[in-house]
């Protein structure tokens, strides 16, 4: 059996603040004919379909669209929900779409698997939606955390494939034991302190589909993440876009082929003096058609950078201030240093010293400021 494993779609995400609706369309468009070209017969869409709980309508027109466009090519289509959908929602969805999409999102289901068939027999897919450990815990007395929860389920899976026989496939959204998120990126799924499932957990079955992890990761020749198929943010930037392609043999041992996906516009990091980024020409030419995000390493910070680099970079999306030298503290805070200023210059050069990572008044600046402070005293002398 042939085996699409995708995840993490995440419909409806913005990347600083621009829509990816377009750009993931065309992704999953090229995905539906990878499914085709390699005669796919179940394509896994494992959690994190939905950015939001409350996804717009354009978001549920491509997904639907998309999951019509991929049951066209003959292939079952399995979808759980991740932590960023909403169970309810994507699951009315799934009451309607025709045969041959299937959507999980109850965990009362979890024992009662998708079976798809080939010449040498069955194969149960036993899709586990995203188990929050509060909700599920009236069911399973004792749930504390993701790893609990996890557990259960697979147990669930277990007792019911004994009495089934066959090959197996677990479908699970969660943080695996082994790999290391994107900064700032996958959503934290913590319950009770622990938010590692450990690979035992998930013993007994052919082959685990995980989602949540937005980078490829081969936990072990059976478990594996597939990531997202867009760049959602420059933290993986350098990470690969795809899906697994696993061919499953009547043993139910599995062989896992790495198929790319485009990436509509790449990311770059530039990191420098202010100026010398500005004024950059040959290799950062190429940067002018991909999404750029901009370390500057200025002692202070510039005025209005981001709009002076979008007219070198029409895609600058991030700016970010990251001085190369940085100034150790004296140990005294912004209220120390306000009530220890002894006159208008001093008050001004703590102020700036506090919003200018240390950075106080230059002799330049400092001069210019003695002068306005002079020519307001005579001023008011006279007003």
């Not at 025709?98 to 999980?104: A, F, Y």
């Not at 993440?225 to 990470?239: C, I």
């Not at 061919?247 to 990091?269: F, I, K, N, S, Y």
Request: hydrophobic residues 40%; contains cysteine.
């Amino acid at each position: 059996m042939r085996i699409l494993h995708t995840s993490d779609w995440h419909i409806g995400r913005t990347f600083h603040g621009h829509s990816t609706l377009d750009a993931l369309r065309g992704v999953l468009e090229t995905l539906t004919e990878q499914v085709r070209t390699h005669a796919v017969d179940v394509v896994i869409v494992a959690g994190d379909v939905f950015d939001s709980a409350t996804p717009a309508a354009a978001c549920y027109t491509l997904l639907s669209e998309t999951l019509r466009a991929l049951a066209d090519t003959g292939a079952q289509v399995i979808v759980t929900s991740g932590n960023h959908d909403s169970a309810a929602r994507l699951g009315f969805q799934a009451a309607l779409l025709r045969d041959g999409i299937h959507v999980r999102t109850d965990p009362a289901a979890i024992g009662e698997p998708i079976t798809v068939s080939d010449e040498h027999g069955p194969v149960h897919f036993y899709g586990i939606p995203y188990l929050e450990p509060a909700l599920v815990r009236a069911v399973w007395p004792g749930v504390r955390t993701q790893a609990d929860a996890l557990r259960r389920a697979m147990d669930v899976v277990r007792v019911d494939h004994a009495s089934r026989g066959g090959r197996t496939v677990a479908i699970a959204h969660c943080f695996a034991a082994g790999v290391e998120p994107t900064p700032h990126l996958e959503r934290d799924i913590q319950q009770g302190g622990l938010d590692v499932v450990p690979l035992s957990a998930f013993d007994g079955v052919d082959y685990v589909a995980l989602g949540h992890i937005h980078g490829r990761q081969k936990l072990a020749e059976h478990v594996r993440y597939a990531g997202a198929p867009l760049h959602y943010s420059f933290g993986e930037g350098h990470k690969p876009r795809g899906s697994w392609l696993i061919d499953m043999d009547a043993e139910g041992a599995t062989e896992a082929v790495w198929v790319e996906l485009p990436v509509p516009r790449r990311l770059v990091t530039l990191r420098g003096p202010f100026e010398e980024i500005l004024a950059a020409t040959s290799s950062d030419d190429d940067a002018r058609d991909a999404w750029v995000s901009v370390e500057y390493t200025d002692d202070l910070p510039v005025r209005d950078p981001l709009r002076r680099l979008q007219q070198r970079f029409p895609y600058c999306a991030k700016v970010v201030h990251v001085p190369a030298v940085t100034r150790e503290s004296d140990g005294r805070g912004y209220t120390d240093r306000v009530r220890g200023a002894r006159s208008d210059v001093e008050l001004i050069d703590a102020f700036l010293s506090h919003v200018r990572s240390g950075e106080g008044l230059t002799e330049q600046e400092r001069e210019v400021l003695r002068e306005v402070i002079d020519e307001r005293a005579v001023v008011e002398a006279f007003a």
